[in-house]
């Protein structure tokens, strides 16, 4: 079960297929747009109604780039997606009532719990990002960065709260309904960090060690990596790659701007500024560019273009962080709100990016000389080949199966 943008629900599609070929049936509950994500992968399907790109492009959506920070854009979207969740609960229980164990992606942990104690089922949580709290680092939904130790799990904390108000009104009804008795304020968050209550997380440690104040039944496991039916690219796109030297990819995924086409305008004369050629893909902000020079494309697999490029710009979503890492090219990443500066911050870290070049901000001179310094520096792209080289060994779906098999016995 997961809700969100493409990033929520691309991950799932890759370790539920893992989960089907050793032998279980499984179906990935999530949005009803996302459906052709699943096509061919053995998994079964299960829609949710909410549309989230229609939540992003609404007004109270494009309210989220109005706020500066990070607790900020939480704030405004605890409004947006409180709305969101209490529509989708019934088809939540109608999917659980079918199955024998449910993983739980962090978006719906809260709701998901609770239907899974309401049911009498075992779950695990599945999350592509650190959401518990630690000393080590701020929480990534404000942007990550360490503010003090005392002050990162503090700040941790606090985030976990504003998530339960999120689940305020959706979870006593989901309890309501199936039986149970009304909880506490905050019990379902302490029982939630219970010793024994496991999560595993969906990203590598060799870009985010596993903190060492976490809990015992929280793992750090590798990546899951998106199901592609498709592994081949356009035509018109090889013909492109073809043409001339290795171009520069710049998307924004799921992330929206507040006008695309400044945005594109400031891509193509950052790119030209640092003499690379372009693919820009659409994405929901809507992106275009045009030239002999540029090509704009829609959704194709990141894991067959990627190797193919001199370097990434992205907006550092979690998924499009890792394919970028696991391609071994370097990036520049353009964070725009929640987690991707967080990504941001452990790109530079890495030495795989020069710096972040923030949305809010950002022009063409700064796009145009993290560039040059991406793809022209040997060190980030060296490192960048090493670090992909390691993380595709990985294997992140084998601790998920294990705790899968245990619970279903």
């Given at each position: 079960?997961?809700?969100?943008?493409?990033?929520?629900v691309a991950p799932f599609t890759g370790l539920g297929h893992g989960l089907a070929l050793a032998g279980h049936e499984v179906t990935l509950v999530t949005h009803a747009c996302f459906e052709p994500l699943v096509a061919g992968s053995g998994l079964g399907f299960h829609p949710l109604p909410v549309d989230p790109r229609a939540e992003?492009?609404?007004?109270?959506?494009?309210?989220?780039?109005?706020?500066?920070?990070?607790?900020?854009?939480?704030?405004?979207?605890?409004?947006?997606?409180?709305?969101?969740?209490?529509?989708?609960?019934?088809?939540?229980?109608?999917?659980?009532?079918?199955?024998?164990?449910?993983?739980?992606?962090?978006?719906?942990?809260?709701?998901?719990?609770?239907?899974?104690?309401?049911?009498?089922?075992?779950?695990?949580?599945?999350?592509?990002?650190?959401?518990?709290?630690?000393?080590?680092?701020?929480?990534?939904?404000?942007?990550?960065?360490?503010?003090?130790?005392?002050?990162?799990?503090?700040?941790?904390?606090?985030?976990?709260?504003?998530?339960?108000?999120?689940?305020?009104?959706?979870?006593?009804?989901?309890?309501?309904?199936?039986?149970?008795?009304?909880?506490?304020?905050?019990?379902?968050?302490?029982?939630?960090?219970?010793?024994?209550?496991?999560?595993?997380?969906?990203?590598?440690?060799?870009?985010?060690?596993?903190?060492?104040?976490?809990?015992?039944?929280?793992?750090?496991?590798?990546?899951?990596?998106?199901?592609?039916?498709?592994?081949?690219?356009?035509?018109?796109?090889?013909?492109?790659?073809?043409?001339?030297?290795?171009?520069?990819?710049?998307?924004?995924?799921?992330?929206?701007?507040?006008?695309?086409?400044?945005?594109?305008?400031?891509?193509?004369?950052?790119?030209?500024?640092?003499?690379?050629?372009?693919?820009?893909?659409?994405?929901?902000?809507?992106?275009?560019?045009?030239?002999?020079?540029?090509?704009?494309?829609?959704?194709?697999?990141?894991?067959?273009?990627?190797?193919?490029?001199?370097?990434?710009?992205?907006?550092?979503?979690?998924?499009?962080?890792?394919?970028?890492?696991?391609?071994?090219?370097?990036?520049?990443?353009?964070?725009?709100?929640?987690?991707?500066?967080?990504?941001?911050?452990?790109?530079?870290?890495?030495?795989?990016?020069?710096c972040a070049v923030p949305l809010r901000g950002l022009t063409a001179d700064r796009l145009a000389a993290a560039l040059i310094r991406a793809t022209r520096d040997y060190g980030h792209r060296e490192r960048a080949r090493a670090l992909g080289t390691r993380i595709r060994a990985e294997n992140g779906l084998a601790p998920v199966l294990?705790?899968?098999?245990?619970?279903?016995?």
């Amino acid at each position: 079960m997961t809700a969100g943008s493409r990033g929520d629900v691309a991950p799932f599609t890759g370790l539920g297929h893992g989960l089907a070929l050793a032998g279980h049936e499984v179906t990935l509950v999530t949005h009803a747009c996302f459906e052709p994500l699943v096509a061919g992968s053995g998994l079964g399907f299960h829609p949710l109604p909410v549309d989230p790109r229609a939540e992003l492009e609404s007004s109270r959506g494009r309210g989220l780039h109005r706020s500066a920070t990070g607790a900020g854009k939480v704030l405004r979207a605890v409004g947006l997606v409180r709305a969101a969740i209490g529509r989708m609960t019934d088809d939540l229980i109608t999917a659980a009532e079918k199955s024998d164990v449910l993983v739980l992606a962090g978006s719906l942990g809260p709701v998901g719990h609770a239907i899974a104690e309401g049911l009498n089922l075992p779950s695990l949580g599945a999350h592509l990002q650190p959401l518990s709290p630690t000393r080590e680092f701020a929480p990534p939904l404000l942007g990550g960065g360490h503010w003090g130790a005392a002050a990162n799990r503090l700040a941790g904390h606090g985030v976990n709260l504003a998530v339960e108000r999120i689940f305020s009104a959706a979870v006593p009804a989901v309890r309501a309904r199936l039986g149970l008795p009304p909880a506490r304020a905050g019990t379902g968050w302490l029982g939630r960090r219970g010793p024994y209550r496991p999560v595993y997380h969906g990203f590598s440690p060799l870009v985010v060690p596993r903190p060492r104040d976490w809990r015992g039944a929280l793992q750090v496991c590798g990546y899951w990596w998106p199901y592609d039916r498709y592994t081949q690219l356009p035509d018109g796109l090889w013909d492109f790659l073809d043409s001339g030297p290795p171009p520069v990819y710049v998307g924004l995924g799921s992330a929206t701007v507040p006008d695309p086409g400044r945005f594109s305008d400031t891509i193509v004369r950052a790119l030209r500024r640092a003499g690379l050629r372009g693919v820009v893909q659409r994405g929901w902000a809507g992106l275009e560019a045009s030239g002999e020079d540029m090509l704009t494309i829609g959704e194709v697999p990141h894991a067959a273009l990627f190797p193919r490029l001199a370097g990434v710009v992205h907006h550092a979503g979690a998924g499009t962080t890792a394919a970028g890492l696991r391609a071994g090219v370097p990036a520049v990443p353009v964070p725009v709100q929640f987690d991707e500066g967080f990504w941001a911050d452990r790109l530079v870290g890495l030495g795989v990016a020069p710096c972040a070049v923030p949305l809010r901000g950002l022009t063409a001179d700064r796009l145009a000389a993290a560039l040059i310094r991406a793809t022209r520096d040997y060190g980030h792209r060296e490192r960048a080949r090493a670090l992909g080289t390691r993380i595709r060994a990985e294997n992140g779906l084998a601790p998920v199966l294990g705790a899968v098999e245990q619970l279903a016995r």
